[in-house]
Each structure stands twice: as structure tokens, then as C-alpha cells.
């Protein structure tokens, strides 16, 4: 059945959370602004977490209209905190801002569940408030990544290769939608409910695990960083 591919989607997202290839990272350091483009691309491509979320905006919608809203509105407030906070030089702890991004994903397989209904018995918040809200912090954690990358590289990003590293995010982003929309459309048939249900909490799931990893990676980070600077201490004794 075709709902087999959507649950190894959301699946593999778990045991391969975004990121970008070390030979990109290190072909960054002498890297054209076609190069930048071709980054971008490749991080939302693999970006899983940004994809996961991406397949529970679209899941319910059928209208091309619909379809547009949201994704612009996801693209356009992605695309502030990328470009604005890498140009400012704007950053945060990577492990969180991906724990907040997985948060995401387990919030709109949550509400595709209608659980603010059946759990709380309330509406859910305005969907693309909340589409525009998860985009900025969508965008902060790529731009945090980009500039983690050239920090790396001891590279200064300048506008334009920012931009262009935008440029790829969004062709990247083209390429996941045209391959999650027509897999999407084939669910939609005599058991597409049972299918919405295994998808959605496959999206839950997926998101709690990704979510638990990055807060798991972040402690672990931070242990191991206040263990060797106790040690570097002990030593300049």
C-alpha cells in the first residue's frame, strides 16, 4: 500500500535528522555562490525534520490554492530568519533550535489527529499563524547550521552567498514537494482515513524521537564541553 511509503519517510527522518555531508562542509571553504546554492539545496533535501513538518501542512490539503498559502507563507517566514539572523550574526545552540523543530513536527501530526479536540476540547490555534510561526524557527535553525558551517571554515558570510544559500533552500524545497505531493494524492482513496491515522501518529512519533534525541545530544554536549574545560583546568595546574 502506498501509505508504506509516507511511514518510511517520516521513519528514516529519525535515523537521519537534518544535516549536510562533511565534503560540503569542507568544500565550503573555497566555495563559488552557485556552490551556496547547491548547499541549501542539499540541506533541505536531507533536512528530514523540515520535511516531516512539511508532509503534515500538506496532508490534508487538496485545494492548489490552499497549498500555495501555506507553503508561501512557510517560505516567506523561513526565509526572514535565515537571512537575517545569519547576516546579523544572530545564533543559538543547534541542539535546541532542532529539538523546537521537532517539536513542530509532533505538533502538526498532533493536531492532523484532531487532539486539541479530543484531548483538551478546544480549536486548535490559527494553522497558518502557526505555519508562519514554525517557519521562522524552521529558518533560525538553518541559518544556525549555515553559520556553524563557516565557523567551522573561519568564513566571514557575506549577503550574497547568504542569499544564495537561500536560493538552493528553496529549489531544495521544490524538489521535496513535487515528490511528497503526488505521493500524498495517491493516499487519497477508500482508506485514507486509517491512512491519516497511521501517518499522523508515524509524524508524532517520529517528531517525539527526534525531539528526545536533540535534548539527549544537547545535555550530552554540554556535560562533555563542562568535563573538558574542568580538565584543561586541572591541567594548566
Known sequence: MNYKFILFFIFIGV??????????????????????????????????????????????????????KF????????????VFATFLGITANAYLIDAVIAF?????????L???????SINPPNLLLMVFVFGLIHGFGLSTKLQEIAMQNNI?????????FNVGV?????????????????????FFMMISKLSNWGLVIAGLLLFF???NSFFTEDTHSHSDHNNH????H
Open 156 to 164: 566571514n558570510l557575506s549577503l550574497p552567498q547568504i542569499l544564495s
Open 71 to 82: 507553503i508561501t507563507t512557510f517560505t516567506i517566514a523561513h526565509c526572514i530568519t535565515l
Open 104 to 112: 513542530s513536527v509532533i505538533y502538526k501530526g498532533f493536531e492532523n
Open 213 to 215: 534525541y536533540q535534548l
Open 15 to 68: 535515523l537521519f535528522p537534518h544535516g549536510v555531508s562533511q565534503d560540503t562542509v569542507d568544500a565550503m571553504a573555497n566555495a563559488s555562490l552557485k556552490d551556496y546554492v547547491y548547499f541549501g539545496a542539499e540541506h533541505m533535501v536531507t533536512g528530514y525534520d523540515h520535511i516531516l513538518f512539511l508532509i503534515g501542512v500538506l496532508f490534508f490539503l487538496t485545494n492548489y490554492f490552499d497549498i500555495f
Open 114 to 120: 484532531e487532539g486539541f479536540k479530543k484531548w483538551f
Open 170 to 190: 528553496e529549489l531544495g524545497q521544490v524538489l521535496v514537494l513535487l515528490i511528497v505531493f503526488p505521493l500524498l494524492s495517491m493516499l487519497r482513496g477508500r
Open 233 to 236: 583546568h586541572h591541567h594548566s
